[in-house]
């Protein structure tokens, strides 16, 4: 039965018609492995890594599949991945971080930090069809360049809110200031605040931010700052050679042959991903394993602390988790805060529909997902590498996890 059709179910009726396992007494989580390891068998997804905890103690981690089909290496649960658009609300923490310490603001303009977003212009495209099933129409041509009302502020890009598109072309090795200097030049697509549209690159301006006030590399701020005082020692932008050893390698479906076949991560304009030239990109740089990517909202369910240390301020993490796009038109169901996705109506997208309104997190162009679920106290993360299989927030795997998790809670 497909659990598309199933979103309006409760979690119990859901657990009874999906494939029936029945979890150990000492394990009210083994049907999870299970359920994932049908999409490996089927071919979908080259292996899969799941963990399920609460604030203070993860309840469930297990691997399925493989890492490295060429090689026949099997998936490990402490296997990195890159975590693509995850990275996001990393780089709001280390903005957040900052707003504490008293050297930002939210609503500070970007052309405090970079002075190159002075003067901006919009340069407005009316929007196309093509999308949702409507008819594509007639590309209408750009209107005149216009002065923009206002500044782009920290907020416009933490919400995707600012106007800025996508930097499509850049050479790999650029400084973080070198990619912001051209950046800075691009003509916005819509007036700062008047809508909502994805920006990787507006993440990524925001990694700049952080090493002007910050007064260090974007990569050392966050180690500092963050990495090590939640011991996530197994994250970076750049894996080591020994870590590679551990690295998920990334996958498409060929359509023809039905096969999985390795692909390249585009967004690392062809460089390794030992490559440390490459700047550490804060809209989707990162490598990371589902414990460390635990850890960062373990925290943040606990108000900003971890372990006895006071990583954020309780008013700061409320800040970072409550809606910030008012009437603007996000992703369905789900308007966006301060670098994290919330959750506003669960039904409106089938992977949501076990979470409570209020839930926070972000997904990856590859698959990964990451959700904390305040009103359950559960941390949920899935670490899988699939390319081109719709959209990832939603995927078949992302469905089935949160349903087979969500039935095992108390």
């Known amino acids: 039965m497909n659990a598309r059709r199933l979103s309006w179910l409760p979690a119990l009726a859901l657990a009874f018609l999906l494939p029936a396992v029945v979890a150990p007494a000492q394990d009210r989580f083994a049907a999870i492995t299970p359920q994932m390891q049908a999409f490996v068998d089927r071919n979908e997804i080259s292996g899969i890594v799941t963990l399920v905890a609460t604030k203070d103690r993860v309840l469930h981690l297990a691997a399925v599949g493989s890492s490295d089909l060429a090689a026949g290496r099997k998936m490990q649960t402490d296997d990195f991945f890159w975590i693509a658009s995850m990275t996001k609300p990393i780089t709001g923490l280390a903005i957040a971080m900052l707003v504490d310490d008293g050297k930002l603001k939210f609503d500070d303009p970007v052309e405090k930090y970079i002075p190159e977003f002075a003067h901006a212009t919009v340069v407005e495209r009316p929007a196309g069809g093509g999308r949702g099933g409507a008819p594509a129409q007639p590309a209408a041509p750009p209107a005149a360049p216009q002065p923009a009302s206002r500044p782009i502020t920290l907020r416009d890009l933490l919400t995707h809110t600012s106007g800025m598109g996508e930097l499509s072309t850049r050479a790999p090795h650029l ?95 062809n460089t390794a991903v030992t490559d440390r030239g490459r700047p550490p990109l804060g809209g989707a740089g990162l490598f990371s394993t589902a414990e460390d990517i635990a850890k960062v909202y373990q925290m943040m369910l606990n108000h900003g602390e971890f372990n006895g240390k006071r990583i954020l301020r309780p008013e700061t993490v409320a800040e970072m988790t409550r809606k910030q796009t008012g009437d603007l038109k996000a992703r369905a169901g789900m308007p966006w805060a301060l670098a994290f996705c919330v959750v506003e109506d669960p039904k409106a997208m089938e992977a949501n529909v076990m979470l409570t309104p209020g839930s926070f997190g972000h997904g990856g162009a590859y698959g990964t997902n990451s959700w904390a679920d305040p009103g359950k106290g559960v941390v949920y993360i899935l670490m899988l590498q699939r390319n081109r299989m719709g959209n990832p927030d939603n995927s078949p795997m992302h469905q089935a996890f949160q349903i087979a998790a969500a039935a095992a809670l108390p």
């Open 175 to 269: 400084t973080l200031a070198e990619t912001a200097a051209l950046a800075g030049k691009l003509p916005l697509l819509f007036q700062p605040g008047s809508r909502w549209q994805y920006s990787t690159t507006g993440l990524d301006m925001l990694g700049r931010v952080v090493e002007v006030a910050g007064g260090m590399s974007f990569d050392a701020f966050l180690q500092k700052r963050l990495f090590d005082p939640l011991g996530m020692k197994n994250t970076t932008f750049w894996l080591t050679p020994e870590q590679e050893k551990r690295y998920a390698k990334s996958y498409v479906l060929n359509a023809d042959t039905k096969k999985l076949e390795e692909t390249p991560i585009s967004y690392m304009y």
